[in-house]
């Protein structure tokens, strides 16, 4: 069975930083590729960040360039996003998950003062 359990959200004031982290289970993690993916209010789930199973290969919508890196370590079967210099519309409920597998439950962040 599938699980992905994302940690580390929480409620931090604009330019903070955060890191979530995302464990893994019930498959081959080192043989996936991740990604983070958020979801605002109101608004249509989108990709923040994506890395090959390897770790060599990473991409980032253009929102999270230059602020947020995603890293993996497969010994731990855990992939995570690293976030600074946090802005308001970064709020959301930020979802890992696992290429053609399946989804976290979610992790809220919130940017605010």
């Known amino acids: 069975q599938v699980q992905l359990v994302e940690s580390g959200g929480g409620l931090v004031q604009p330019g903070g930083s955060l890191r979530l982290s995302c464990v893994a289970s019930g498959f081959t993690f080192s043989s996936r590729a991740m990604s983070w993916y958020r979801q605002a209010q109101g608004k249509e789930r989108e990709l923040v960040a994506f890395?090959?199973?390897?770790?060599?290969?990473?991409r980032y919508t253009d929102s999270a360039k230059d602020r947020f890196t995603i890293t993996r370590d497969n010994a731990k079967n855990t992939v995570y996003l690293q976030m600074i210099r946090l802005k308001p519309e970064d709020t959301a409920v930020y979802f890992c998950?696992?290429?053609?597998?399946?989804w976290g439950q979610g992790t809220q962040v919130t940017v605010s003062s």
């Open positions: 890395i090959s199973s390897t770790g060599e290969l990473t």
């Open positions: 998950h696992a290429f053609a597998l399946g």
